[in-house]
């Protein structure tokens, strides 16, 4: 009936849409395998062929080397994913690089790379770079533009998946890596003045510099001491008494032989005390700020909940025992 013709016609037209997309992938895998050859100078004019093409020489072909260099079609479709981004075999795309490296025996006499190696060490070495270039808004001028369809999230695990496990790196003593490693340092340094900007940013903020306080403290002679523990004075989110202090000391002596680890405990009982007798107000203070930013503005907080503790006034242990 109707029915039958109607799922018929859906059907091929589900196949039609499916072969269109399949022969859209092949033509744009094709076209990458054309210019990665071309980018490489490993075409039949230049004296490569892949082992599914023809190795006789035509009336027309006689200007071009009397020698061939054969090329396994698996090993440069392994080079051509990693072109597209897409999953390819590690083991495959080795071949290939160790292939271009013995292509030119004139080269391997003279203890130098070929220059097909030269181009495929120029071409890894740029599609790692878009691969680990942070995303910085394109403050920076990149190299050119890449066929990797993948988001910015997703290129650095993409590259330790399959681009850091290549043994191209640790060619000629390491060459290729070094000058990824010296691209990585600048990418580092562009984050980290970025970071140093931010970092200004907040010190101009209202409440920056007392928050830096908790990391960095100006001295007379513009030394920074870095206010790191716990029982820092100005911190005092736990107390250590003469005689705790006394007591780690002889614990110390007697576990030498568990790498000196204390004993805990007691200052994970005063941080938990302190956490629940604060946490009330800031739960009421982070409810503030954000309600300042609503429509409805800034709620009345809760006459049940405790105001904050006043500064200098945070209970310790004594001031407990003093009270029951």
């Not at 990824?180 to 907040?202: E, H, N, S, Y």
């Not at 780690?248 to 680890?261: E, F, H, I, K, Y």
């Not at 009421?284 to 049940?304: D, E, K, N």
Request: proline share 5%; net charge neutral; aromatic share 8%.
């Amino acid at each position: 009936g109707l029915g039958a013709v109607a799922a018929g016609m859906g059907a091929l037209a589900y196949l039609h849409l499916s072969q269109a997309k399949a022969s859209a992938e092949d033509r744009e895998f094709q076209s990458a395998l054309v210019a990665l050859r071309s980018r490489l100078g490993i075409t039949r004019q230049q004296g490569f062929v892949l082992h599914t093409e023809s190795t006789r020489r035509g009336w027309w072909q006689w200007g071009q080397p009397a020698e061939l260099f054969v090329i396994q079609r698996s090993y440069l479709e392994a080079a051509v994913r990693l072109e597209l981004c897409h999953d390819f075999d590690v083991t495959h795309f080795d071949a290939f690089c160790l292939g271009l490296q013995l292509s030119d025996s004139q080269a391997r006499f003279e203890g130098s790379s070929s220059p097909a190696f030269q181009a495929l060490s120029r071409w890894v070495l740029e599609v790692a770079e878009s691969l680990i270039r942070p995303n910085l808004d394109d403050r920076k001028a990149g190299p050119p533009a890449s066929r990797c369809p993948l988001k910015a999230d997703a290129r650095f695990p993409y590259f330790l998946k399959f681009v850091c496990k290549a043994r191209i790196w640790s060619e000629g003593d390491h060459a290729l890596f070094k000058e990824l490693r010296r691209l990585a340092k600048g990418f580092m340094d562009d984050v980290a003045g970025l970071c140093d900007q931010r970092f200004r940013q907040l010190r101009g903020e209202p409440g920056g510099r007392e928050l830096v306080k908790f990391f960095t403290s100006e001295g007379d002679a513009e030394q920074l001491v870095s206010i790191r523990r716990q029982d820092h004075p100005e911190v005092r989110a736990v107390v250590v008494h003469d005689e705790a202090a006394k007591e780690a000391s002889l614990q110390r002596m007697t576990r030498a032989d568990s790498g000196g680890v204390l004993d805990e405990d007691v200052f994970i009982a005063q941080l938990v005390f302190r956490s629940r007798l604060l946490d009330p107000d800031f739960q009421t203070r982070v409810l503030g700020v954000v309600a300042a930013h609503s429509i409805g503005g800034a709620p009345q907080p809760s006459s049940s909940l405790p105001s904050i503790v006043p500064a200098g006034s945070v209970p310790t242990i004594e001031s407990t025992a003093s009270a029951s």
